[in-house]
């Protein structure tokens, strides 16, 4: 398994006075997150603090970044618009481990 960062940004979908569990569509989007979860495809997830734009990241397991691309890009959130992908890159890691 290959070992990818992802780092979603609020998309044009966003609204900007909401939380982000207040978002359009947020019960599809934690059920989507949940299963990638119970299937050992997300590692690790949340958003980022500290900015004025609601960023998140992922640490994602898979095959390949082909495959990892498509089964993100089917979360409810990138779909519609309230998020999207800003950085996708391949990680080495080198400290700890992901079970």
Do not use: C, Y
């Not at 890009?73 to 998020?83: E, F, K, M, T």
Request: charged share 20%; hydrophobic share 40%.
């Amino acid at each position: 398994m290959s070992i990818f960062v992802v780092v979603n940004e609020q998309g044009p979908a966003w609204i900007p006075d909401r939380s982000m569990r207040e978002q359009p569509g947020w019960s599809d989007h934690a059920d989507f997150m949940n299963g990638l979860v119970d299937k050992h495809w997300i590692a690790l997830g949340g958003p980022l603090r500290g900015g004025s734009t609601h960023r998140a990241m992922l640490v994602v397991q898979g095959p390949d970044p082909a495959t990892v691309r498509a089964r993100l890009d089917a979360d409810p959130w990138i779909r519609s618009g309230v998020l999207r992908t800003v950085s996708f890159e391949p990680w080495e890691l080198l400290l700890g481990t992901l079970e």
